[in-house]
C-alpha cells in the first residue's frame, strides 16, 4: 500500500528565506506525486505534481518541488518566502495501480515578518 | 466556475441521528472522493466513485454510507452519527486519476456530534 511521511509538524522561516517542507513516500509502483496547500476553512488547492520527466517540477505561486527516486523523496521548495505563504501543505502519493491518493499528515507552514 | 461545493458548510447534530453531507461538482469529473480531515491523521478516505453506480470503500468506511445517481452529485450520509464522526469532511472529483490529473477539493462541512 502506498503512504506518504511528512517528518515534521511544522516549518518556521523568516520572510525572504528559501522554504523546505519535506516529503518522503513509498508505493510499489511507479508514483504520481502530489503537493496541496491549505488555508485556514477552505479546501486543498492543487500546486504541483510529478508524473514523469525532469525531476524538477515546477508549480504555482513560485513553487517548485524535486523529486529523487533513490531517496524516494519529493520535497517542496520556494526560494524566497512571502507570508502568505503561512499554511498547511499536504504530500500525497498514488500508486500507478489504483486511483486513490494518500495524504501526509500535513506540515504547518509559518513564514515570520 | 462553480466547480465543485459542498453544504452545510457547518452542521451540529446528536448522537444517533442521521445526517446527509452533499457534495456537487460542475466539471463532469468521473471521480469523486470523500475524506474525513482529523488533527494528527491529516486526510483519511473514506469512499469513492468512479462513475456513476459505481462506489468503493476507503480507509474508512464504517458508519458512512454513499450513492451517486448523478455524476455530478457524492452525497455521504452519517446512519447514526457517533461522537468519534465529529470531524471536517472534504468532497474531492478528479477526471482521469489513472493519467495523473489531481483532485480538486470543496471547501468543507464542519460537522460536530454531540
Known amino acids: 500500500a502506498q503512504s506518504v511521511a511528512q517528518p515534521e509538524d511544522q516549518v518556521n522561516v523568516a520572510e525572504g528565506n528559501p522554504l523546505t517542507v519535506k516529503c518522503t513516500y513509498s508505493?510499489?509502483?511507479?508514483?504520481?506525486l502530489f503537493w496541496y496547500v491549505q488555508y485556514p476553512n477552505r479546501g486543498l488547492q492543487f500546486l504541483l505534481k510529478?508524473?514523469?520527466?525532469?525531476?524538477l517540477v515546477k508549480g504555482s505561486y513560485g513553487f517548485e518541488a524535486e523529486f529523487n527516486k533513490s531517496q524516494t523523496s519529493f520535497h517542496l521548495k520556494k526560494p524566497s518566502a512571502l507570508v502568505s505563504d503561512s499554511a498547511l501543505y499536504f504530500c500525497?502519493?498514488?500508486?500507478?495501480?489504483?486511483?486513490?491518493?494518500?495524504f501526509g499528515k500535513g506540515n504547518q507552514v509559518v513564514v515570520i515578518p | 466556475d462553480a466547480g465543485i461545493t459542498q453544504s452545510p458548510r457547518y452542521k451540529i447534530t446528536e448522537t444517533g441521528r442521521q445526517v446527509t453531507l452533499m457534495c456537487h461538482q460542475t466539471?463532469?469529473?468521473?471521480?469523486m472522493f470523500w475524506y474525513r480531515q482529523d488533527l494528527g491523521h491529516g486526510l483519511r478516505l473514506i469512499y469513492y466513485?468512479?462513475?456513476?453506480?459505481?462506489?468503493d470503500k476507503g480507509e474508512v468506511p464504517d458508519g458512512y454510507v454513499v450513492s451517486r445517481s448523478k455524476t455530478e452529485n457524492f452525497p455521504l450520509t452519517l446512519e447514526s452519527a457517533t461522537r468519534s464522526q465529529t470531524s471536517v469532511y472534504f468532497c474531492?472529483?478528479?477526471?482521469?486519476?489513472?493519467?495523473?490529473?489531481?483532485?480538486?477539493f470543496g471547501d468543507g462541512t464542519r460537522l460536530s456530534i454531540l
Open positions: 474531492a472529483s478528479s477526471q482521469e486519476p489513472d493519467k495523473g490529473q489531481p483532485q480538486h
Open positions: 508505493v510499489s509502483g511507479n508514483p504520481y
Open positions: 510529478y508524473i514523469t520527466g525532469d525531476n
Open positions: 500525497a502519493v498514488r500508486d500507478s495501480g489504483n486511483n486513490r491518493l494518500a
Open positions: 466539471w463532469s469529473h468521473s471521480y
Open positions: 466513485s468512479a462513475a456513476a453506480d459505481i462506489t
